[in-house]
């Protein structure tokens, strides 16, 4: 933990380089004007007025060598992501370029728009902040740019990445942008975090190689994040996919309890200038390194591309390389733990050395198996008593609930291998401890064998596990061992703490980013089984080279009764006690509320929709929990029980313990309103409807028929459903709009059966429109049920509207 708060101190000489205070003093103004909704007066003005203005500030300070240029762009356009289908209208982006007149420039990307109820402090506006001080610095300077360097503030990223989608496709600039770089935030300040790189070009992981001065990052987070594991995206994505350019990823992660809620405000950042003066610092001398003279920027489409696995060692060094040569590394670290293995075989010849060796392998593995069966059991009964998330607001709850059995089982899998399998009698000396040692980094080393050849980059966190203690046993026994076996062997024992140590830093890191997410990984998931399985992997990878010397404690098993009867009576205190409630005003539930008015039923009727975010729900919340369930009225009549869900997906997890009450109808619904332009089957037997939408800036189209969609307006794919149940295939379309738009169309194309061409069997195609309504006041019903929650639960509010069509 101490070297992941590792931060600098803020630059006090205002004549050189990124100086924090600049940056603070432009992210208060502009967390200062509250919530920024795309299309909300906060985001399409003021923040719009507001960065203009620092802009035009930077303008008149610019060294007269540069020449710095402002667009403020509206822009309209479609297309998908996934099965979602995504539209929009006159979104706003600023973009300024700076440098020469050239056809190769570096794209720099914030947002400056937000989530309902969050000032956006991190996530995005001290990105933003950081983005105008390095404008300044670099504006101001008297030495030229060889590459331009194009800044985009963009204005609607949380719906999804919109606005980014706009520019890259459709502005003047796009075309000579040959790499970018997206600064993103999934918590509350910390370091900024290299998770995403490329894709296919090492060259952008090795200028950042080169240039910062305070490096952190992991390929590990690059795997997991474009597996899908986090849900979440980035525009890196966006730049990826249809600008097709190489570029780097950045999020501060430290506190991701306060994402997306009321609290990402200045005071949640720990260190603001100590978080701003490091980000500030690494992108600056980034965008330096990038256009200077000896960058590939121009040339990047002919440089050989390859994936690149990348690491920061505790954040003071920073390494990567290609795929093809971490074949070479990790190959040449097998080979030479097989060398060890030979050394230590062959003055002896005996064979015996392989079985003990192959033993005490499988004893490891015997105790992994054990370790991660008896915490993802204690997962499942934790969940199965409703005390799941014990540790989500103190995650030091994790070392009785889980480490602890970790570690009991592990030197007693040691302790009984040398008693009954071995026959050995336990006792420490340095030639059983070496006999222990070896094994484990046999197991390593066929660990890494395996992942080598799947080529799963993240095999770079075992390389040390192998390389290591394979090389410090080798050099000692050629050159030491003869002279003093015993210093020998303590200084191999020594080299392998080092692992211990990475292993747990990377450790931290992970549970730092996960245990946050579990807060809004949805009702059905228990997340203790994600949770219990990787602190069992971190505490197994940790403490593997160590878990021999327990074994030589005198009456080990004595030991390890006392500490699992102490890991039970913890486990039961946080079952029975409010030391394991998992939330708290700082680390919240989060929950949102529709006041939704609807005609999908007769007659129209009015009522309030709790969504719940994660596993605890409603059982913390007993005035909640007393509330009809949202599976309680449906009806097949009505797809997805006629609600304004995010996606039919969230509906088939939430739709048992999302709750619902009675309301009174909202004085918005007239806002909402759908045309029909067209409804016609041709003799091929295509139905092509036209549709025209009015209402507020965020809108939705749910459409559920069990005919195939062949095509929709949004782009040229085929519509891919959301879902797929016996009543047939759901698809989404998603519109947002900035400035004020009149009204948005779609036409969408079904392939119909033969004979359905009555009235009667054309009935066959439900649509439901929503309008959502994701700032402005609250109604009276839903301010006063909010009043009712404890401190510790964030609400999400809007108020939307829902009109049902057959066609």
Request: charged share 15%.
């Amino acid at each position: 933990s101490y070297f992941n708060d590792l931060l600098p101190s803020p630059n006090q000489n205002e004549q050189n380089g990124f100086v924090a205070e600049r940056a603070v003093n432009d992210l208060k103004g502009l967390v200062n004007i509250g919530p920024k909704v795309t299309g909300s007066d906060e985001n399409e003005v003021l923040a719009i007025e507001y960065i203009m203005k620092v802009i035009s500030d930077i303008k008149k300070t610019a060294a007269s060598i540069h020449k710095l240029e402002v667009d403020l762009q509206q822009v309209s356009g479609s297309f998908s992501i996934g099965a979602l289908g995504l539209h929009y209208n006159n979104l706003q982006n600023i973009i300024v370029k700076l440098g020469p007149r050239n056809n190769s420039s570096l794209l720099i990307n914030c947002h400056f728009d937000t989530v309902p109820t969050s000032p956006g402090a991190s996530d995005d506006g001290l990105n933003c902040a950081v983005m105008l001080e390095v404008l300044r610095v670099i504006s101001s300077s008297k030495k030229p740019l060889t590459y331009g360097i194009i800044f985009l503030f963009n204005g609607a990223e949380e719906n999804p990445l919109l606005a980014s989608h706009g520019f890259i496709t459709q502005h003047k600039w796009a075309k000579e942008i040959k790499a970018f770089i997206n600064l993103e935030s999934c918590g509350a300040g910390g370091r900024e975090v290299l998770f995403q790189s490329g894709p296919n070009c090492s060259w952008v992981v090795d200028a950042y190689t080169e240039a910062v001065k305070h490096p952190s990052g992991n390929v590990i987070g690059e795997e997991l994040f474009q597996s899908g594991i986090i849900p979440s995206d980035t525009d890196f994505r966006i730049f990826r996919d249809y600008g097709h350019i190489p570029g780097l990823d950045f999020a501060h992660c430290r506190d991701g309890y306060v994402y997306h809620t009321t609290k990402d405000d200045l005071n949640s950042i720990i260190d603001l200038p100590g978080v701003i003066q490091h980000t500030g610092d690494n992108l600056l001398s980034m965008v330096l390194t990038f256009t200077g003279n000896n960058s590939k920027l121009p040339t990047l489409h002919f440089v050989p591309h390859q994936n690149s696995i990348y690491f920061d060692i505790l954040g003071f060094y920073f390494f990567s390389y290609s795929l093809n040569t971490a074949v070479l590394i990790n190959s040449a670290a097998i080979v030479l733990s097989l060398i060890s293995v030979l050394m230590l075989w062959y003055p002896s010849r005996k064979l015996w050395v392989f079985v003990d060796l192959a033993i005490r392998a499988l004893a490891l593995l015997i105790a992994l198996a054990l370790s991660m069966i008896y915490n993802l059991l204690l997962a499942i009964i934790l969940d199965t008593v409703t005390a799941s998330m014990t540790w989500f607001t103190n995650s030091f709850v994790l070392v009785p609930l889980y480490v602890l059995p970790t570690v009991v089982f592990m030197a007693l899998s040691i302790t009984l291998t040398d008693l009954f399998l071995l026959e050995k009698k336990i006792q420490f000396s340095s030639e059983n401890a070496l006999m222990q040692l070896l094994p484990t980094q046999t197991f390593w080393a066929l660990i890494l064998l395996v992942l080598t050849i799947m080529q799963i980059r993240s095999a770079f966190v075992l390389l040390p596990f192998v390389l290591l203690p394979a090389v410090v046993f080798i050099l000692l026994s050629l050159f030491y061992e003869q002279h003093n076996k015993w210093v020998a062997r303590v200084i191999y024992i020594l080299s392998t703490f080092f692992c211990s140590i990475y292993i747990t830093y990377c450790g931290i890191q992970g549970l730092r980013l996960f245990l946050p997410i579990t807060g809004r990984a949805g009702p059905t998931i228990n997340p203790d089984l994600p949770i219990a399985g990787l602190v069992t992997l971190i505490t197994f990878c940790a403490y593997s080279y160590i878990c021999s010397f327990p074994a030589y404690v005198r009456k080990i098993e004595r030991w390890a009764k006392y500490l699992m009867i102490l890991h039970a009576g913890l486990t039961l205190v946080l079952i029975f006690s409010n030391v394991g409630f998992p939330f708290s005003p700082n680390t919240p539930q989060r929950i949102l509320i529709t006041d939704l008015t609807r005609n999908s039923t007769t007659p129209d009727e009015s009522l309030l929709f709790v969504d719940i975010w994660e596993r605890r729900g409603v059982s913390v919340l007993p005035k909640v929990a007393t509330l009809p369930t949202v599976k309680a009225f449906c009806t097949n009549k009505v797809p997805h029980c006629g609600l304004p869900w995010a996606s039919p997906k969230i509906f088939m997890k939430s739709a048992e313990v999302s709750r619902w009450l009675p309301s009174t109808p909202h004085d918005l619904t007239h806002m909402t309103r759908l045309e029909v332009l067209s409804n016609n089957v041709t003799s091929d037997n295509v139905r092509t409807i036209s549709l025209k939408m009015f209402g507020p800036d965020h809108m939705t189209l749910i459409i559920h028929t069990k005919y195939p969609m062949l095509s929709w307006s949004i782009d040229d794919l085929t519509p891919t459903p959301v879902q797929t149940t016996s009543t047939g295939s759901s698809y989404a379309i998603r519109h947002v709009h900035g400035l004020e738009t009149l009204s948005w169309e779609v036409t969408l194309k079904f392939e119909i059966k033969d004979g359905d061409s009555n009235e009667g069997e054309l009935k066959n195609i439900h649509i439901d429109f929503i309008g959502h309504h994701m700032h402005g006041p609250m109604s009276a019903s839903l301010e006063s049920f909010i009043a009712t929650l404890p401190s510790w639960v964030h609400v999400t509010p809007s108020l939307a509207t829902l009109r049902a069509y057959k066609f």
